[in-house]
C-alpha cells in the first residue's frame, strides 16, 4: 500500500485544506446544529438527524483518508457520506431556502475527494507506464549465455567482450620457451 502513497505537492495541500473547511462548516457546525435541533425540539424527524450523523461520519473518514493520502480508499467513503448528507439536506432546502449556504458547501468535498482520486489515479498509472518502458528498453543478455550484453538503443553503441591482456612477463616467457622448443626441433 506504501508504494501507491505519494509526497503531498502544494496543490493536493490547498485540496485538502478547501475539503476541511468545507467540512467544518458544513458537516460539523451546520451538520451538528441541526442533529441536535431534531433530537432535542423535533422527535419526528429525528431520522434525519441520524442521516446527518452518519453521513458526517462517513465524510469526516473520508477527510482522515485523505490526509494519510489513501485516496483509492477515501472516495468510496466520501460518495456515500455525500449522498446521505445532500439528500438528507435537500429535504431541509426544499421546506427553507435558505439552508442552501449551509448545506451546500459540502459538494466541495465530493468535489476535492474526486480530484485527489483522479490525481493519485495519473501518478499510478503513469509509474506503471513508466515501468513498462523500463522493462521493455532495459539491455538483455545474450541468448548464446556467454555474459554479453546486448543493448538494442540505437544511440548506444554494443558492448563488446574485453580480451583479456596477457602481462609482458608471461609473453616473455612464453616467447623464449617456444624458441627453445623450434631450436630444439631444428636440431
Known amino acids: 500500500m506504501n508504494k501507491l502513497r505519494y509526497d503531498d505537492w502544494a496543490f493536493t495541500i490547498i485540496l485538502k485544506i478547501v475539503a476541511t473547511a468545507a467540512f467544518l462548516w458544513s458537516g460539523f457546525f451546520w451538520s451538528g446544529v ?4 431534531f433530537y432535542m425540539f423535533n422527535t419526528d ?3 434525519r438527524a441520524t442521516g446527518f450523523l452518519v453521513a458526517s461520519i462517513f465524510i469526516l473518514i473520508s477527510i482522515v483518508l485523505m490526509f494519510l493520502r489513501m485516496y483509492i480508499i477515501q472516495l468510496p467513503f466520501c460518495v456515500v457520506g455525500s449522498a446521505i448528507y445532500l439528500v438528507q439536506a435537500g429535504q431541509l432546502i426544499d421546506k427553507i431556502e435558505s439552508y442552501t449556504m449551509r448545506y451546500i458547501p459540502e459538494l466541495a468535498i465530493l468535489v476535492v475527494s474526486i480530484i ?9 498509472i503513469s509509474k506503471a507506464l513508466d515501468e513498462r518502458v523500463r522493462f521493455n528498453t532495459s ?12 543493448n538494442y538503443h540505437e544511440d548506444e553503441k554494443p558492448e563488446k567482450p574485453k580480451k583479456e591482456k596477457k602481462s609482458r612477463k608471461k609473453k616473455s616467457r612464453s616467447s623464449e620457451a617456444e624458441a627453445e622448443n623450434n631450436s630444439g626441433i631444428q636440431e
Open 34 to 37: 441541526t442533529i441536535l435541533n
Open 45 to 47: 424527524e429525528s431520522y
Open 139 to 150: 539491455p538483455t543478455e545474450s541468448i548464446i549465455g556467454d555474459g554479453i550484453t546486448v
Open 116 to 124: 485527489l482520486f483522479i490525481l493519485h489515479l495519473a501518478r499510478v
